[in-house]
């Protein structure tokens, strides 16, 4: 995984547009000479004061070491230039194809620059110079622009164990993006163990700008960024002190966090790591001509080439690292390390401990070699499974294997078993002894030695087949773990609806249930049982968006053991489930949009799998009647039908199909509150929105008196019309009143002194009744017959006082 991972972002990064900035700066100066010979610093001085001839003399000088130095543009004269160096330093003479190598992955240049052709030689000289016997390839960009494209190139590509890039660009002419996506090559690099060494800059703290800032790539994490010192050297070119160099880059990166190595003096990445003599010009031959030359792009590939003795001496296994370089300061300090004490860079001093202008200081290179190699640690891998395999740093070693690593070093760690089945993983479960970790992929500092135990556990495949092939699963479970096989009742997929049965184990009996657990022992296929049943799909007709309707249908789930009735909202499009060989029901929620209303049939014992139901646009008319005095009357309630539809509405305000006509087939008016239609009345469209329908029927005044006008108070009068009948009461003055009756052809009967008086087919709105009950007629001729015999009793006495003597 990890090759093929390191694969894709080769190839992305191939085929991404290659990133260029005007503002790639050569971090190197030169002065010329007066007459001949060189006057500055030779290799064998530098070799002297750093501790270099100690290892020559045993045997370390980089042999069977490869360095891959990346530039543009290439140098043409760079073997004749190299060979001229290499013969005035006793030096071995570099042969192309056999010791130096030229790579140009992205193609030749089609010129030259006399910087770039300088920077070349000087690089090669170099690192040629400290560490003579080891192998350069020189990878060649045809310009700037494929520089990174052609370091990538080189961590995929080459067999090198270390890479020097003595150029850089100022952070702030890149973006986050820009540095994320170039960033992965150095990662990669670092994950392959490759030690890439970069100059800091050799414009100080401010790096030619008007505020702080630092280089990238030396301010990659994934890389040792190398600062400058100025050297001083004695007879034979004993070291005699080092100050910071005030063109030493150095700083906080915008970009990346303090790697956890790093001293807590800020939270971001801090630069230079070390240093090496980058102000006291050294001398090099190049473009034909010996010339003394400095800057970081002198100390990038010194530190290369250190690497290379490095790992010659540790057989590959103590290469540097910000690991391995902090943790042997923290430990030995001045053992390892020359720590400047005086100088800055613009900036930040030199102190005597880590700072910004030179990092941990230059290398004592025979003691840092001679910390680095005595600190290996042993550390055995071992598995509780069988097959495992350790991926460290990547490559593969069956386990149990013991392997040596410097003290420091970051390991990258992968175990993973090889006798998978189908059916039966060996899962890996943590790291335990010198780590503990449940990573299955981790990275660790080597402090010590110790051992590792990856720790595998045995897990089973569990297959659930579900409906017809759909939502099958496959999880492989630790062996005695719980799986709990749980399924909703129902699911639809298809035309289909499918309800849960149950579930059964391999070729064992249906279990009648939703949910279960059980125990993982072994492998096993678990086979959900559904019953099908066919959907009814709803396509609406002339439907407005949104709309709905209403369904009820009957549904039966095995599992609930019942056929039960459901009832639900349906959009356009949906499906409903209904059982085998019954129906469903749906109605109308009416829908209003646009100021229009939208309704369907309702309709009854559809078992079709495909419901259209057809929406109806109705507009929003106003009823109103007009009565036999001519007055508006407006009804509480009105019954319609259109269409087949029938509908009643809860006042004046009807729908009905858009220009059509329509029946009203029923009012209810607040006196009466009973249909006074006794046949529809058909409303031709006309375009209006208002209707006014005249109807016989108003407001009846009913007068009920005795003979000689004598008001009959509290007498029942009942009004009747058809099915229509309405009772009142009298008042004080013997009236009362019927409205919004029909006022013609009516019957009215009276009920007063015990006596009933029907009055047929009348017609009006004024009535006056008169009865004469038989009791009151008995009260009249009694009253008549006193009167007859007071007045002859009156009389016969006025006839007697008249006859009467005196």
Known sequence: MKGYATFLIFITLLLATSVSHAAINLNMNSVPFQGNGCPDLTPAQLQTAYGFTQLYSNGINGSNENIAIIVSSGDPRLISDVNTFSSAYNLPSMSLGKNIFVETPFGSPSSYSENWSAETALDVETVHSLAPSANIYVVVSPNDSFLFNVTQYAVQNLPVSTISISWGASETTYSQQEITQLDSIFYLAAQKRIGVFVASGDSGAYNSLSSLNVNYPASSPSVIAVGGTQLSVGFNGAYSGETAWDGSGGGESQFFQKPAVQPNLSSNRMIPDVSFNAGTPICAYVNSTWRGYYGTSVAAPSWAAINALVNQKTSGEGALSLNSLYRTYYADGSLGFNLISSGNNGYYYANGTYNMAVGIGSPKVYQLLQLLSANYQKIIFNSTGTNVIFNIDGINYTAPVTLNFSYGADVVLKAYALSNSKTVHYAFGHYSGYINSSNLTTVFPVLGS?????????????????????????????????????????????????????????????????????????????????????????????????????????????????????????????????????????????????????????????????????????????????????????????????????????????????????????????????????????????????????????????????????????????????????????????????????????????????????????????????????????????????????????????????????
């Open 450 to 806: 110790g051992y590792i135990t990856a720790n595998f556990k045995t897990e089973f495949r569990t297959l659930q087949y579900d409906v017809n092939g759909y939502q099958n699963t496959s999880q492989f479970l630790s062996s005695g773990s719980t799986l709990n096989v749980n399924s909703s009742l129902r699911r639809i997929y298809g035309n289909f609806s499918y309800s849960l049965v149950g579930f059964k184990f391999d070729n064992g009996p249906i279990i009648h249930k939703a949910n279960n657990n059980f125990i993982v022992a072994s492998p096993i296929n678990i086979t959900f049982i559904w019953l099908k049943s066919p959907l009814s799909k709803f396509n609406f007709l002339n439907a407005p968006s949104n709309a709905t309707v209403a369904v009820s249908y009957i549904d039966y789930i095995p599992l609930s053991n019942m056929t039960s009735v459901y009832s639900s909202i349906v959009s356009n499009g949906e499906w409903v489930p209904v059982v085998k060989g019954s129906a469903l029901n749906y109605s109308t929620i009416p829908d209003y949009v646009g100021g229009y209303r939208y309704i369907v049939n309702n309709s009854e014992g559809i078992s079709s799998t495909l419901i259209q139901p057809i929406f109806i646009k109705e507009s929003r008319y106003n009823i109103r009647f007009l009565s036999s005095s001519g007055q508006l009357i407006y009804p509480t309630r009105i019954y319609t039908r259109s269409n087949g539809i029938r509908d009643s509405f809860p006042n004046s305000t009807v729908w009905a199909p858009v220009n059509e006509d329509f029946y009203i087939t029923g009012t209810v008016f607040q006196g009466n509150g009973f249909n006074i239609l006794k046949e529809p009345i058909l409303l031709h469209f006309n375009g209006t929105a208002t209707y006014t329908i005249p109807l016989p029927i108003g407001d009846i005044a009913v007068s009920v008196s005795l003979y000689l006008g004598i008001p009959v108070i509290s007498a029942n009068v009942k009004f009747e019309y058809g099915n229509l009948s309405l009772s009142n009461s009298t008042s004080i003055s013997g009236t009362t009143t019927f409205y919004d009756v029909p006022d013609t052809n009516y019957n009215l009967t009276v009920n007063a002194y015990g006596a009933t008086y029907d009055y047929g087919a009348l017609a009006g709105t004024q009535q006056t009744l008169e009865v004469t009950p038989l009791l009151y007629q008995t009260y009249l001729m009694g009253l008549l017959v006193g009167v007859i015999l007071l007045a002859f009793v009156l009389y016969e006495i006025r006839i007697r006082k008249s006859h009467r003597p005196v």
